[in-house]
């Protein structure tokens, strides 16, 4: 075979040879110098093939356009081959060789020599396409092997050591469902970041600059929903088997709002949300009632010997008999009653009306009772998502004043009151009770003694949670008559009310978020080195690249066909998918959603940029107020530029507050009061290690509510057990109230022996029997980004560090 290669200046001239002589050795050569092993990346060491060396240098000069490439590449390999035997010789003093003897080269190594030998031989073109060739291969590895880090991670390491398996504290990452879901999120993750987003998106959010909340889920699904659970009832509903007709009983009802709430949550990604629970309840509540005195005036009429017509005709009368009724009703009851059944006696008729009513009403208190029980009990057991997660429900109550959904509540107070089957506080679902003057706030109100209740069950357990009807920029949509417009929120805080696409439809039925993403507040902060202005210009320029992804997002979701959303949009839960056929695309009803843009640590970020946290110093107050005023005016032309309902969010961040100092931290360094704590502030909240007064706090996070259309919360820290002085805890919520937050919640401690059931505040040893810790663990529920979280175990590191820095606000 002979070779010309007239174009490029070799520097050594060009050998004639094979793909054979590159592997056979050369006379002389002593056993130390032969080449026989490479290590590879992975570490392991196979045959050195100097086949392969010609084969990429091949493919680079075929790239750069150069002739006689396979004659040329196979002489640059053999002079790869020389240049590392020549390593080989012991003192040749490279890396290849020690005193020891002849090293094995790596893989790494070897393509340097490569772009050395074609450096040398005035291949320049060809040497950087072989750099680049080189890069490609490292990038795609990396990423490989960054994601085979984290399947490696799912697969070998126990949750309580991994962070990866502990990023969403309601899924438990130790069982196999748990770590099947991890794979998928994790590949997902990958895949989206690589093949899917907008370069600059993926970009933003591997440096960290912002993160995109759920991207596993990014081509499939939508954040969450608020139920119309009446309106489901209504027709009845489909669960992908069969049909569930209308449900004619509470404990049916109750039922079905939990199968709703899991067929949902399989359907998106976030939590399923109930704004009106009390009013959904209150027709179960009422058929039970009727049922009962049906059965118990029958059962009466039997046992005085009516025939079967009168039998007939008393029991259509008592199913009419309301669950509650004054004396005048029950004065026109009796009459109707002596009217129908002229065979009694004036003391028959008022003993048979006496023994139907109350018995019938105490059975529908006691059926009322066991469906709310079951309601809790089905949602902290029952799993959905590949039966690793107890599904995210957030249930609002507390304005319906009809005597049977004030049994509702009152029941699901009660219930949540005494525990679960052995006395644990239940995690789900997140009570919410709406709270509202001239309803429930005043003493007075028809139901201000369920409020009481409501302060009284959470000082004990958590939970309900308070909204606040009052707040000016939630009361501003209230329509009387209307309880889609009364203000419900979800468990992470979200909330969904005014709607750009459709402003009379301002309202929660049917209605969630759509996506949303956070940016990294405090790192503008940073590298705004005290300069506001540049703060302000750093922080548009964020805000801008979050509107672009958010809307690239929406395109995603807007090629959906109801098909895909079996149920949200099968069933009709979402508003006005209940027109749509399987194949319809879902972009127009989408536009009812929201897009939220969400912020953390806005205390650090003022530290970073005047010394101060808003709860340190007014003028650091003022200009937070400013930062987040400035990013509501952005959301709200974003919103009236796109149609498209955006929103500013207090962003609920129970994997990301970790995230970012981390990454912040190994930038810039531990800067006191900003990246030297596991974890940055949650939205406009005050630090938690911050000492400050509950009222104070109030008064200064409460402004923040206002302006976080997309959803907010304010928590209180109190020490001790305040179900020992519930008025100290109603003082609080009452604050609330009064200064216009729209969503407050009160931590305590709630601990729990599950030796002895003991349920308290437990320091080292149970006080009941006074054992301690290390003949096992008591359980410490605590709350975390608004959900309960049963053990500490279940924290991700970031969490676990905010939830021990937490002082209390006396
Ligand atoms: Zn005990």
């Known amino acids: 075979m002979t070779v010309h290669h007239p174009q490029t200046p070799s520097t050594t001239p060009v050998r004639h040879t094979t793909t054979s002589q590159l592997t056979s050795h050369g006379p002389g050569q002593t056993s130390s110098t032969v080449l026989r092993q490479v290590r590879k990346r992975d570490g392991r060491i196979v045959a050195f093939d100097p086949a392969r060396i010609a084969h990429a240098a091949r493919k680079a000069l075929e790239a750069t356009g150069v002739a006689e490439a396979e004659a040329i590449s196979l002489s640059v390999a053999l002079a790869v081959v020389d240049e590392l035997r020549s390593e080989q010789r012991p003192g040749a003093g490279t890396v290849a060789a020690t005193a020891t003897g002849p090293v094995i080269p790596d893989v790494e190594h ?26 490609r291969r490292s990038t795609a590895r990396e990423q490989q092997s960054a994601l085979m880090t984290s399947l490696r991670e799912i697969t070998f390491s126990d949750a309580r050591d991994s962070d990866v398996k502990r990023e969403n504290a309601n899924v438990d990452g130790n069982t196999a469902m748990g770590s099947m879901l991890r794979f998928g999120t994790e590949s997902a993750k990958q895949f989206n970041l690589l093949s899917v987003l907008d370069p600059a998106h993926a970009a933003a959010h591997r440096d960290g600059d912002i993160h995109i909340h759920d991207l596993d889920f990014l081509t499939l699904t939508t954040t969450c929903c608020q139920i119309n659970l009446s309106e489901l009832f209504r027709t009845g509903f489909s669960t992908g088997h069969g049909h569930l007709r209308s449900p004619r009983s509470i404990n049916s009802y109750a039922a079905l709002a939990c199968i709703a709430i899991q067929s949902n949550q399989n ?30 005036m029958a059962q009466s009429a039997g046992v005085l010997g009516a025939d079967q017509e009168r039998q007939d005709e008393v029991t259509r009368l008592a199913a009419t008999w309301p669950l509650e009724a004054d004396d005048a009703t029950q004065h026109a009851e009796r009459e109707k009653l002596a009217e129908a059944w002229p065979e009694l006696s004036a003391e028959q008729v008022v003993r048979v009306h006496h023994e139907v009513r109350t018995r019938s009403v105490a059975e529908t208190e006691r059926a009322t009772y066991q469906a709310m029980e079951a309601f809790i009990a089905n949602l902290n057991t029952m799993n959905s998502r590949a039966g690793a997660q107890t599904p995210f429900s957030s249930i609002n109550y507390g304005t319906d004043t009809s005597p049977e959904a004030r049994l509702v509540m009152r029941c699901l107070l009660e219930a949540t009151r005494a525990g679960l089957g052995n006395g644990e506080t239940a995690i789900f679902p997140i009570q919410i009770f709406r709270v509202m003057e001239g309803v429930n706030y005043h003493p007075g109100d028809p139901n201000h003694d369920l409020f009481q209740l409501a302060c009284r069950t959470s000082a004990e357990r958590l939970f309900p949670n308070f909204s606040f009807q009052d707040a000016p920029f939630n009361a501003e949509y209230h329509r009387p008559g209307h309880p ?58 964020s805000i801008d690249l979050v509107i672009d992804q958010l809307l690239e997002r929406f395109k995603i979701q807007a090629r959906k066909k109801v098909r895909n959303f079996p149920f949200l949009m099968g069933q009709g839960v979402w508003i006005d998918s209940a027109g749509l056929g399987p194949d319809d695309s879902v972009e127009e009803v989408l536009r009812h959603g929201t897009l939220s843009i969400g912020f953390i640590g806005l205390a650090e970020t003022l530290t970073a940029l005047v010394g101060a946290h808003h709860g340190q110093s007014q003028e650091a107050w003022d200009l937070g107020y400013r930062f987040i005023s400035h990013l509501r005016e952005r959301t709200d032309r974003a919103a009236e530029e796109t149609g498209l309902n955006f929103s500013t969010l207090a962003t609920p961040a129970e994997g990301l507050s970790g995230r970012f100092v981390r990454m912040d931290r190994e930038r810039f360094g531990a800067l006191p009061g900003i990246t030297d704590r596991d974890y940055y502030t949650n939205s ?83 006080p009941r029997c006074g054992r301690g810790e290390e003949s096992g663990p008591f359980e410490r529920i605590r709350r975390i980004t608004g959900y309960l979280v049963g053990g500490l175990d279940r924290f991700n590191d970031a969490k676990r560090a905010e939830v021990n820095d937490r002082v209390r606000h006396g």
């Open 110 to 135: 070897i393509q340097d020599v490569v772009e050395k030998v074609l450096m040398e031989r005035g291949q320049a073109e060809t040497a950087k396409a072989y750099i680049l060739y080189r890069q």
């Open 484 to 541: 889609e417009t009364e203000i419900a929120y979800m468990g992470c805080r979200t909330r969904v009310m005014s709607n750009v696409h459709d402003t009379s439809r301002a309202q929660t039925w049917g209605r969630g978020n759509l996506s949303f993403t956070s940016i990294n507040l405090p790192r503008l902060g940073i590298q705004a080195d005290h300069d506001v202005d540049r703060f302000m210009s750093d922080f548009d320029a």
């Open 684 to 766: 406009f909240h005050i630090p938690v290690w911050h000492h400050i007064g509950a009222a104070e706090k109030i008064r200064l996070e409460a402004p923040f509510h206002a302006l976080t259309n997309g959803g907010h919360i304010s928590y209180v820290e109190l020490d001790g057990d305040p179900s020992r002085n519930v008025e100290a805890f109603e003082t609080i919520v009452r604050a609330m109230h009064d200064a216009g937050v729209g969503y407050g919640s009160i931590n305590h401690p709630v601990d729990r022996d599950p030796e002895c059931g003991y349920t308290g505040i437990i320091d080292d040893e149970c």
């Open 267 to 296: 359907d998106q990604h976030g939590g399923q949300a109930v704004p009106n629970f009390d009013r959904d309840m209150a027709p179960g509540v009422a058929l039970t009632c009727a049922d009962r005195m049906r059965a118990n």
